[in-house]
């Protein structure tokens, strides 16, 4: 399981909402949140999972309704069941419109390094440039989307599983190379921006910015430790269904958020980020900064911006001035190296790790094509798993809940993934906004796990099934953290973006996708507890005990 949760939210989607929130702002609220919402939510799933195995259940609708049923009558009960499916099924649909196109980028870097395309190149400009090539773009996702049709169609993707016990120790020791190469890198380009300057970043909290931004950095610490642990998308669901009752649940979620958070926090944050910082003087240009900042004209005005220019949105404008004017600009930004990040992660959002570990395998020479391919590779391998897990999950929903057979089933999700994806290629800023959705809706189930697995389901039942044949007790005095404070902290984000999210940050065609994934996940999460159940809703009385 912790090979499926490591994956391309470690090393691509984390350092950005680190650039993106402030560095050290962000970490705060992602520590509190890994302690008080992911590691209570990942023993909810787990248990939730086992506990719908045990009915014959891998699918999240069902498991949530049998669960409510425990204090409400079935008619009642039925309404959780089908608002919780509705959500995990638009939810790892919409996730996956953009997230195999990150696999895909990593496939195409991987081609990209090995044939030294990005060498004596800009590379935020390449990255722009093969963004804007469709063609290009098309054929690696594509390729990505088949390939995993196949894996799972044809039942290869145990095979694949048994390479990623290759694959993922490999990516590991990658890794902690590229980390100490980063450390020794210094200042390669400039000797104001050094690597050094990248870890000071992440690592000194920064209390005003998140005073100014505390629902928004909330929000996005919050949905970064649900999807980088794999919760709210059915994928631990689903795989905690296959387990005994006397399986153990407790010790299982703690080594898989252990090693998820050692992937994302050591080796993640230590490699994107300072390589950023490092090669910052090559990546960013008046434009970068025009088109990061166009709809922020406060940080425009802070860097000497007049006024009328920052507020106009003219991108042409805005960057005209800024060149005129470069020089004093990059010394304000030297002063203020989280304003220069923040601009290369907001342009690039998740391609901030494209445009920034390029520059660490060509400061390489030759060896950096093998390196950077081979880095690039293992990326693709850890998306490739995690998102086979996320196609099972679709595909086992299918098949069980609507009968639909697992080969039907497979391209029918092909069909979806494919449709849903085109948007990311041909509407700018769409994979931006869907992943802000993503972190609000990961945030929203979370809330309802603790409301139907452990208040519905009854908090003294929720206790006794995590124990059950648990290899660790858990203490005490994390029940009222699970009952009261996780709740609590869910809402704050929630309650403080919500109207911003769904008023300014998400466009039409963003907004059509959700209600679109959420009227799907709703009729087909309908259907199947009334397929199942149709005799106790009728009757709305329990029948079915196991």
Same mark, same amino acid.
């Given at each position: 399981?912790?090979?499926?949760?490591?994956?391309?939210?470690?090393?691509?989607?984390?350092?950005?909402?680190?650039?993106?929130?402030?560095?050290?702002?962000?970490?705060?609220?992602?520590?509190?949140?890994?302690?008080?919402?992911?590691? +209570?939510?990942?023993?909810?799933?787990?248990?939730?999972?086992? =506990?719908?195995?045990?009915?014959?259940?891998?699918?999240?609708?069902?498991?949530?309704?049998?669960?409510?049923?425990?204090?409400? #009558?079935?008619?009642?009960?039925?309404?959780?069941?089908?608002?919780?499916?509705?959500?995990?099924? $638009?939810?790892?649909?919409?996730?996956?419109?953009?997230?195999?196109?990150?696999?895909?980028?990593?496939?195409?870097?991987?081609?990209?390094?090995?044939?030294?395309?990005?060498?004596?190149?800009? @590379?935020?400009?390449?990255? *722009?440039?093969?963004?804007?090539?469709?063609?290009?773009?098309?054929?690696?996702?594509?390729?990505?989307?088949?390939?995993?049709?196949?894996?799972?169609?044809?039942?290869?993707?145990?095979?694949?599983?048994?390479?990623?016990?290759?694959?993922?120790?490999?990516?590991?020791?990658?890794?902690?190379?590229?980390?100490?190469?980063?450390?020794?890198?210094?200042?390669?380009?400039?000797?104001?921006?050094?690597?050094?300057?990248?870890?000071?970043?992440?690592?000194?909290?920064?209390?005003?910015?998140?005073?100014?931004?505390?629902?928004?950095?909330?929000?996005?610490?919050?949905?970064?430790?649900?999807?980088?642990?794999?919760?709210?998308?059915?994928?631990?669901?689903?795989?905690?269904?296959?387990?005994?009752?006397?399986?153990?649940?407790? %010790? $299982?979620?703690?080594?898989?958020?252990?090693?998820?958070?050692?992937?994302?926090?050591?080796?993640?944050? $230590?490699?994107?980020?300072?390589?950023?910082?490092?090669?910052?003087?090559?990546?960013?240009?008046?434009?970068?900064?025009?088109?990061?900042?166009?709809?922020?004209?406060?940080?425009?005005?802070?860097?000497?911006?007049?006024?009328?220019?920052?507020?106009?949105?003219?991108?042409?404008?805005?960057?005209? =001035?800024?060149?005129?004017?470069?020089?004093?600009?990059?010394?304000?930004?030297?002063?203020?190296?989280?304003?220069?990040?923040?601009?290369?992660?907001?342009?690039?959002?998740? *391609?901030?790790?494209?445009?920034?570990? +390029?520059?660490?395998?060509?400061?390489?020479?030759?060896? /950096? &094509?093998?390196?950077?391919?081979?880095?690039?590779? %293992?990326?693709?391998?850890?998306?490739? @798993?995690?998102?086979?897990?996320?196609?099972?999950?679709?595909?086992?929903?299918?098949?069980?809940?609507?009968?639909?057979? &697992?080969?039907?089933?497979?391209?029918?999700?092909?069909?979806?993934?494919?449709?849903?994806?085109?948007?990311?290629?041909?509407?700018? /800023?769409?994979?931006?906004?869907?992943?802000?959705?993503?972190?609000?809706?990961?945030?929203?189930?979370?809330?309802?796990?603790?409301?139907?697995?452990?208040?519905?389901?009854?908090?003294?039942?929720?206790?006794?099934?995590?124990?059950?044949?648990?290899?660790?007790?858990? +203490?005490?005095?994390?029940?009222?953290?699970?009952?009261?404070?996780?709740?609590?902290?869910?809402?704050?984000?929630? %309650?403080?973006?919500?109207?911003?999210?769904?008023? @300014? @940050? %998400?466009?039409? +065609?963003?907004?059509?996708?959700?209600?679109?994934?959420?009227?799907?996940?709703?009729?087909?999460?309908? =259907? $199947?507890?009334? #397929?199942?159940?149709?005799?106790?809703?009728?009757?709305?009385?329990?029948?079915? #005990?196991?």
């Amino acid at each position: 399981m912790a090979g499926n949760a490591v994956g391309l939210g470690n090393f691509v989607r984390f350092p950005t909402q680190v650039a993106q929130n402030g560095g050290g702002a962000f970490m705060v609220p992602y520590f509190i949140a890994l302690f008080f919402l992911g590691i +209570p939510v990942m023993w909810i799933e787990w248990v939730a999972g086992r =506990y719908g195995g045990k009915y014959g259940h891998g699918t999240l609708g069902p498991t949530y309704y049998l669960m409510a049923r425990e204090s409400l #009558k079935p008619r009642s009960a039925l309404w959780w069941g089908v608002i919780s499916g509705m959500l995990a099924f $638009s939810l790892t649909i919409l996730l996956n419109s953009y997230y195999l196109h990150l696999i895909g980028w990593s496939a195409a870097y991987s081609w990209f390094s090995i044939t030294g395309a990005y060498f004596g190149k800009n @590379t935020g400009e390449f990255f *722009g440039n093969y963004l804007a090539n469709h063609t290009q773009v098309m054929l690696f996702w594509g390729i990505t989307v088949i390939l995993l049709a196949i894996a799972v169609g044809q039942g290869v993707s145990k095979g694949i599983e048994r390479w990623v016990k290759v694959m993922m120790p490999l990516l590991y020791v990658f890794a902690i190379i590229m980390v100490g190469y980063v450390f020794v890198l210094g200042s390669p380009v400039d000797p104001n921006w050094s690597t050094i300057d990248g870890f000071k970043f992440i690592w000194s909290p920064n209390w005003t910015y998140l005073k100014e931004h505390f629902a928004a950095v909330m929000l996005a610490a919050t949905g970064q430790i649900f999807f980088t642990l794999s919760l709210g998308m059915g994928i631990i669901q689903n795989y905690a269904s296959y387990l005994g009752p006397k399986d153990d649940v407790a %010790l $299982s979620g703690i080594a898989t958020v252990s090693l998820n958070e050692f992937a994302e926090v050591v080796l993640g944050g $230590s490699i994107a980020i300072p390589l950023a910082t490092a090669y910052f003087t090559k990546i960013v240009s008046p434009d970068l900064v025009a088109k990061a900042f166009k709809d922020a004209p406060s940080f425009l005005i802070q860097m000497g911006v007049p006024q009328d220019i920052a507020k106009s949105g003219n991108v042409d404008t805005i960057s005209s =001035y800024l060149s005129q004017h470069w020089g004093e600009i990059m010394q304000y930004l030297t002063q203020h190296k989280d304003i220069g990040l923040k601009a290369i992660g907001n342009t690039f959002g998740l *391609g901030f790790s494209y445009t920034s570990l +390029p520059n660490a395998f060509v400061s390489m020479g030759d060896a /950096g &094509r093998l390196f950077g391919a081979l880095w690039f590779l %293992l990326l693709w391998f850890a998306g490739f @798993t995690s998102a086979i897990a996320m196609y099972n999950y679709v595909v086992a929903l299918l098949e069980e809940d609507l009968g639909i057979k &697992r080969n039907v089933g497979t391209w029918v999700v092909l069909v979806i993934y494919f449709l849903a994806g085109l948007p990311v290629i041909y509407i700018s /800023g769409y994979m931006d906004q869907v992943d802000a959705w993503v972190s609000f809706q990961l945030t929203l189930l979370a809330l309802f796990d603790i409301i139907v697995a452990v208040y519905l389901f009854k908090p003294d039942n929720f206790w006794k099934e995590l124990h059950e044949g648990a290899w660790m007790k858990v +203490p005490e005095w994390y029940r009222p953290i699970i009952l009261y404070i996780a709740p609590l902290l869910l809402m704050i984000p929630l %309650l403080g973006m919500v109207k911003s999210l769904i008023g @300014t @940050t %998400l466009e039409w +065609p963003a907004r059509i996708a959700i209600i679109v994934m959420w009227v799907i996940g709703f009729i087909e999460s309908y =259907y $199947s507890i009334k #397929k199942k159940y149709g005799e106790e809703l009728e009757k709305n009385e329990v029948i079915i #005990k196991v």
